[in-house]
């Protein structure tokens, strides 16, 4: 059956839709608070008064359609009437993101105020229209709430600890497995490539051997990652988003000190090859420090010495 025109609708069926989305609304914002009370508790808050605020307005339209057409509300949904814009699931998406969810809460209550105001220009009901008032009024009032993060319940103290929240899930998520595949692509690699090198004398061997191996690792960092844990108990987010942050990254770290051996020059190659090296050891180190919380000096030293030694293994391998 083909979705209806809103301008077709009847004024009961016009109520029944209301009365469905705000029962999809309280649900939604349920599933907010339930997804975000662990790390958001704040903001969990805000979406239970939110939740329980659609349960007393569908209460209200339930009470005016009995009144006005009597005991059976018809099943009409948002998807049946053209006009509402499709929501993507994020509600079902673990773990949440807040500002998603901020952002679809203001979506949502900016639909349904319009959607009511349209309704008040069609209802002839003088009593619907009222009510659709007021409830529209309370929609634009949600909205601000949602807009302004919920002043009420975000005081400064509850920001700071959502703000943490947020950086260590950030940490978790992203900037651990895309660290494990730094070092892993930066220091790993370290010792075919050089052992290429001073092996063959010859740059593209070289860049040959450090192509497959940082392609190679980077297969392997990110399966390991993806399936090492699933996220379900440590909150670190989707495995296979994880397995891919560590995989690129993993190649990458590689890479880096393998395209320089595109030079021809033998001996300049291994030079800007080396100077990339050490770039990419400050970066693990600065990584380690920002979000690690370790002084950098001793990030330094011991990325420093990690490198070092896989290095002088590569060399040593490659002249014996």
């Known amino acids: 059956m083909a979705a209806k025109n809103f301008d077709e609708l009847t004024e009961r069926e016009m109520l029944a839709l209301a009365i469905s989305l705000e029962e999809q609304d309280q649900r939604i914002y349920a599933d907010f608070a339930d997804g975000l009370r662990e790390s958001y508790p704040a903001t969990a808050k805000l979406f239970d008064d939110m939740q329980e605020e659609e349960s007393r307005h569908r209460a209200s339209l339930i009470e005016m359609f009995r009144r006005k057409f009597g005991e059976h509300i018809p099943l009409i949904r948002r998807e049946d009437v053209k006009g509402f814009v499709a929501r993507k699931p ?82 978790l998520q992203v900037v651990q497995p895309g660290l494990a595949g730094l070092i892993d692509g930066s220091v790993s690699t370290l010792a075919p490539v050089f052992a290429a090198a001073f092996a063959t004398r010859h740059s593209w061997y070289a860049f040959l051997v450090g192509l497959a191996a940082s392609v190679g690792a980077g297969i392997s960092m990110g399966f390991t990652e993806a399936m090492s844990d699933d996220g379900s108990l440590t909150g670190r987010g989707q495995p296979w988003l994880r397995g891919a942050i560590c995989g690129l990254m993993t190649t990458a770290g590689g890479i880096g000190h393998t395209l320089p051996f595109l030079i021809p020059t033998f001996h300049l190659a291994l030079i800007v090859a080396t100077a990339v090296v050490l770039a990419e050891l400050g970066a693990i180190s600065y990584v380690r420090h920002r979000y690690m919380d370790t002084p950098f000096l001793q990030a330094a030293f011991l990325a420093g010495v990690g490198g070092a030694l896989v290095f002088l293994a590569g060399v040593l391998i490659g002249s014996s």
């Open 90 to 171: 994020v509600w079902l998406l673990r773990p949440l993101r807040i500002n998603v969810v901020r952002k679809q809460a203001e979506l949502m209550e900016l639909e349904t105020r319009r959607f009511y105001e349209r309704v008040m220009q069609r209802a002839s009901d003088a009593s619907i229209r009222k009510l659709l008032g007021d409830l529209a009024a309370t929609e634009q009032q949600h909205y601000a709430m949602a807009s302004s993060l919920g002043e009420t319940y975000l005081t400064e103290s509850a920001r700071s600890e959502e703000d943490s929240a947020g950086r260590r899930l950030f940490v």
